[in-house]
């Protein structure tokens, strides 16, 4: 070992060098899946349903069940509400939706009377919640009746996740916790909609990002305060959360559950219990590779626009050339 001498002093030993530190690889939940559990079939939704139906020791009944009346907040694509009608082979009744994006209500519009079926689709939750508002279905003005609306089995919510995403670039600036900012009223007014109907149960979904702290130097989640807000505010139900997986499909879509009921014989703690054994069971089948659920069009003819904006240097040609060609001149070239 070579040492360093000063005067008047001992000899110094020099310090050895630091090891340089291995980072572990980063692991993803979906590594755990293995290339064999993947499959190249098409995704079927009622092969699926009874696969696990079956699994799960149930089984669908030759006689038609009661009808399931339900409600909707944030609808989105109505998912919730095309499962149930599945499950309840289309003895599923929605006395009303909201969805304020046009693209969505749209697409709910154009699935109403084939694989959905509502009676009204306000443009707002807060219109739902009031019990009068404009209407998607019926483009007017419409009043929910009260006598529907209060023999509710199921409200289910998916509340705005916006503030709560990891993808919004000032989630850790901003708390998501902001009651005057309207993504955090959604949540509000979902809460205020079980309150005023009482349904037996209740499903609020959001993504995971709820589950982090509200913001820098802060140790509270935004589920923990949604958790203690259902708590303080719906006192009659029981309330349970709980994370899912959007298994068997490829992409990870983990969401948080809220869960709640008001039924004695089946808590919230039970609801919960039910549904992770459920996400468990799927964790078993084959993953569909997201490829099957696409199909490809047929290529359409190459042209001077198509190629340039595939350019990753687009506008930097689009600027140089309205400089050395003169605009007018330019727009000219391009036509012809």
């Known amino acids: 070992m070579p040492t360093t001498k000063r005067a008047g002093s001992a000899s110094l030993k020099r310090p050895a060098a630091a090891k340089a530190k ?12 293995e290339e064999e559990t993947l499959t190249g079939e098409a995704w079927q939704f009622d092969y699926f349903l009874e696969h696990l139906m079956e699994k799960s020791g149930h089984y669908f009944s030759s006689d038609k069940p009661p009808k399931l009346m339900v409600a909707s907040g944030c609808d989105g694509t109505g998912l919730p509400h095309y499962v149930l009608n599945n499950l309840t082979q289309c003895q599923t009744r929605c006395i009303t939706g ?11 519009l154009k699935q109403r009377g084939q694989t959905m079926h509502f009676d ?11 019990g009068k508002g404009p209407c998607w279905v019926h483009n007017r003005c419409c009043t929910l009746s009260d006598e529907h609306l209060k023999n509710l ?9 916006k503030l709560n995403s990891a993808a919004n670039s000032r989630r850790w600036e901003s708390d998501p916790i902001d009651l005057e900012k309207p993504e955090c009223q959604t949540f509000v007014q979902s809460v ?16 995971l990002g709820a589950c982090k702290t509200r913001g820098s130097g802060q140790t509270e989640s935004p589920k923990a305060w949604y958790e203690r807000y259902l708590s303080d505010n ?4 029981t309330h349970q959360s709980v994370i899912v997986d959007a298994l068997p499909q490829s992409e ?3 969401r948080l559950l809220l869960l709640g009921s008001s039924v004695p014989t089946f808590s919230a703690l039970g609801w919960a219990s039910q549904t992770t054994e459920l996400n468990d069971i799927c964790s078993k089948f084959f993953c569909h590779d997201a490829a099957t659920n696409f199909s490809w069009s047929e290529k359409g003819p190459s042209t001077y626009l198509v190629n340039l904006k595939n350019d990753v ?3 930097r040609c689009f600027a140089e050339a309205c400089q050395s060609l003169g605009v007018e001149e330019f727009f000219s070239f391009y036509v012809e």
Not at 120 to 130: G, P, S
Not at 153 to 161: E, H, I, K, N, Q
């Open 98 to 108: 909201s969805e304020i994006k046009t693209p969505a209500a749209l697409f709910l």
């Open 234 to 237: 719906l006192p009659e139900f």
């Open 120 to 130: 009204h689709l306000m443009t707002d939750i807060a219109h739902t919640v009031r």
């Open 192 to 207: 205020e909609f079980v309150k005023k109907y009482s349904p037996k149960f209740y499903l609020f979904e959001n993504v």
């Open 252 to 254: 990870a879509r983990s």
């Open 313 to 315: 240097d687009y506008h």
């Open 22 to 33: 291995v980072k572990p690889e980063r692991q993803t939940p979906r590594q755990e899946i």
């Open 153 to 161: 089995d199921l409200f289910v919510s998916g509340f705005s996740c």
